[in-house]
């Protein structure tokens, strides 16, 4: 078996998808998937199943074991960053005041904003 279908199918079934369904999502005629296993798709059909997956095509034919698409850009929410500065402390273990909780929080917002 290739490695493209099995990653194909670990991520169908992450997704609770099955190869039909993928399939018919993707505009793929029935069963192409399942061929698959022996032959080699167009690059154009791996690209679609990359996106649909939110991954790379390097990923799902077996070039790295990574599926995260790099450089992708991170968001953090504003939830988020006040849990974080919930939890936080000042050095001396005392909470913080409102202007170095400020101070933090537009640095971290400008983190996650530029990458």
Known sequence: MSVLYSRITDLT???????????????????????WKKSNP??????????????TTDYLLGRTDDPSIPNKKQTITDADLDEMLDNARSFDGKPMTDHDRELIRSYLKGLYDAK
């Open 13 to 35: 079934a992450l997704k609770k998808m099955s190869l039909a369904e993928l399939e018919r999502k993707l505009g793929f005629s029935n069963g192409i998937i399942s061929t």
């Open 42 to 55: 167009s690059i154009d059909k791996v690209e679609k199943v990359a996106n649909l997956f939110d991954t």
